[in-house]
């Protein structure tokens, strides 16, 4: 059996990585992962919200990690589409997920209360 040019895509140049990328993309994926649980555990931030921040900070920079080291996502891979695809998929989900709060937090806001009957049960029997 031979194999012809047409059965096996050209590889344009671009390899899905190394051992060394995968060596370095684990080492940072456990370093973001190290950090923020030392900061919980050790207390290291006196402030709640600080911390959370500094999670959510730490979260977003391991997601670019994930992205760049295991998934190969970047300007070269496929002429810039994957890249692309990926950032129009983060754009509707940061849409989807602000707009929803901003609907709930609304929501939230402007609803009535309901009034209460003289036993407590509420308006409704």
Sequence with gaps: MTTSAAAHP???GHSHGNKQRFITGSA???LLT???FWLVMSGGLHSGSATALTIFAF???QIVVHVVYFLHVDTKSEGGWTLMAT???AII???TIVGSIWVMYHLDVNMMPMPTAPGG???MH
């Design 28 to 30: 940072l994926a456990v």
């Design 87 to 89: 950032l129009f998929t």
């Design 10 to 12: 050209a590889d344009h």
């Design 34 to 36: 190290a950090i923020p």
């Design 59 to 61: 979260a977003m920079v």
């Design 93 to 95: 989900v940061v849409l």
């Design 121 to 123: 049960m509420g308006a």
